[in-house]
């Protein structure tokens, strides 16, 4: 295997465990229902497995920060305001959603707000809307690059992206408590999926290459 293809591999390895170990971890944990409660939740002072989860968004965190720097370094030359731009985004979610979330938790029950709740809330907040963006960001150096392989599934996806997220916004409004915009976990699952599909893509080009 060539040192080139390991950070794409353990990227890939990485995404699909954004959505496997809170899948795991949910079995020890009595009474989380992955439907409506964020994956946040099981790294919760009340959660048994809140050692597991946090270490593994601080991991998450890291494998995207190198991820970041690549991702630069790979477009710099050529397009350094787009790649620049790419690179920054997912700076901010992996330092926000990852490290500082993984550092502070967030509570179980909403109302009860602490110190550490506030700066997850704010890492979290800040990382994924920077992320919402990646798929348009890439999408548009994808058409610079005159890739349609990557530029279609880009916008699609950041289509995708921001649905789910208006979605996920919406549950925490009280008229829509009652709805299926109160499904906070599938909607948040769902806009991470979308927003990962450049990193996915990105990654299988390269080991293709």
């Known amino acids: 295997m060539n040192t080139g293809d390991i950070l794409p591999i353990l990227l890939l390895l990485t995404v699909a ?3 496997t170990v809170p899948w795991m971890l949910r079995h020890r944990y009595p009474g989380y229902d992955p439907k409506t409660m964020v994956m946040s939740v099981l790294g919760s002072p ?3 497995v809140r050692g597991i989860y946090n270490a593994w968004l601080i991991w998450l965190g890291v494998i995207l920060l190198c991820s970041a720097a690549v991702l630069y370094s790979d477009v710099s030359a050529e397009y350094p305001v787009s790649g620049l ?3 920054l985004l997912l700076g901010i979610f992996a330092v926000g959603a990852g490290i500082l979330s993984g ?3 967030v509570n179980e029950s909403r109302e009860n707000i602490t110190a550490a709740s506030r700066i997850h ?3 979290s907040a800040l990382g994924f809307t ?5 798929p348009l960001t890439d999408g548009i150096l994808a058409v610079l690059q005159k890739n349609a392989r990557i530029a279609v599934p880009d916008f699609t996806a950041f289509a995708g992206a921001f649905l789910f997220f208006v979605l996920f916004i919406l549950g925490d409004k009280e008229e829509f408590r009652h709805t299926v915009c109160a499904w906070a976990g599938l909607w948040e699952r769902m806009t991470l999926a979308c927003m990962y599909v450049p990193l996915c893509l ?3 080009e390269s080991l293709l290459n």
């Open 17 to 19: 465990g954004e959505f």
């Open 46 to 48: 009340e959660s048994p």
């Open 85 to 87: 731009i790419r690179s």
């Open 103 to 105: 550092l502070f938790s």
């Open 121 to 123: 809330g704010a890492g």
């Open 130 to 134: 920077a992320l919402l963006f990646l």
């Open 202 to 204: 990105r990654s299988i």
